[in-house]
């Protein structure tokens, strides 16, 4: 049983900076893939990045070249770099996870059957 544990989440104006962490409990080795999602209030959840076991790492077009993702295998903890935040990137971000060999699409949240119970991002003008 893997459990997700996200942190980091906050109020920041535009053009500010956050951090997002999640922790990966409970699995006793490096065989997850993982990825960051988000939900907008009243819309849909949408893949906001992923990491997969090669290390391969895919981005929406809306957050590319503003966040960054990254996993500490040490420390099973993967983080969500976000910069250049705007309004529009206000949502319940989660942490999603699943075994490598069963996530085809990365950035498609039903790929994914593990997930964490979110944190709330809010960017204001």
């Known amino acids: 049983q893997v459990q997700l544990v996200e942190s980091g989440g906050g109020s920041v104006q535009a053009g500010g900076s956050l951090r997002l962490s999640c922790a990966v409990y409970?699995?006793?080795?490096?065989?997850?893939?993982l990825g960051w999602f988000r939900q907008p209030q009243g819309k849909e959840r949408e893949g906001v990045a992923s990491?997969?076991?090669?290390?391969?790492?895919s981005y929406a077009d809306s957050v590319k070249g503003r966040f960054a993702i990254s996993k500490d295998n040490a420390k099973n903890i993967l983080y969500l770099q976000m910069s250049s935040l705007n309004p529009e990137d206000t949502a319940m971000y989660y942490c999603a996870a699943d075994w490598h060999y069963t996530v085809a699409a990365p950035l498609r949240h039903s790929d994914y059957r593990m997930w964490g119970q979110g944190t709330q991002v809010t960017v204001s003008s």
């Open positions: 990491i997969e076991l090669n290390g391969r790492t």
């Open positions: 409970g699995y006793g080795g490096s065989s997850l893939s």
